[in-house]
């Protein structure tokens, strides 16, 4: 397995939330950024700038050796939920809870061989919908919703004070360069997500 075998997309900021059926909208959590690699037997864990952090977050590594598939690539975000059942920033920072540090998955990149990063993304989260369909604790699936509904989803993140607000054109391919086709909404800020 290469050392890192996929470059993460990138957010760049944006203006507004798209209000539009062909988006997608995810809730922002605050964490770090994962791509979550299982070739057979062996799993890796990489951060946006490429570090191997396979050792540092055992539940996620636990969890995917119980994923039925033997080759997959996610991308997602390692958070630790608070006593409130949001991101913990301090304390994912603070390394004292590493081993209760989860991913939530929001991309598929590549399953049994196939690389799916040609797909739509709307064929993507399917996919992903299936393989995390027998929820395992450590991994889950990055709840999302789509069409016209994002500015309210980002005013309720806004209420609820989350991170922030993605947004990804359905129809758009997976690739690892900042574009135009979604949008990365942060509380009080907007960005730009591109993939």
Known sequence: MPKRPYEPCIPTRGTKVPAHHDWIHEVKHDGFRLIVARDADRV??????????????????ETSHRIRAKHFVLDGEAVLLGVDGTSDFDGLMSRQSDDEVQLYAFDILALDGDDLRKLPLHLRKTNLQ???????????????????????????????????????????????????????????????WHG
Request: proline fraction near 5%.
């Open 130 to 192: 299936r393989l995390l369909a027998r929820r395992a604790d450590g991994i889950h699936l990055a709840p999302f919703e789509q069409g016209e509904i994002g500015p309210d989803l980002f005013k309720a993140a806004c209420d609820m004070m989350l991170e922030g607000l993605v947004s990804k054109r359905r129809d758009s391919h997976y690739r690892a360069e900042r574009r135009r086709t979604g949008s990365k909404a942060k509380i009080p800020s907007i960005q730009r």
């Open 44 to 61: 890796r864990l990489f951060t946006r700038n490429g570090h191997d952090w396979t050792d540092r977050h055992p539940l996620i590594v």
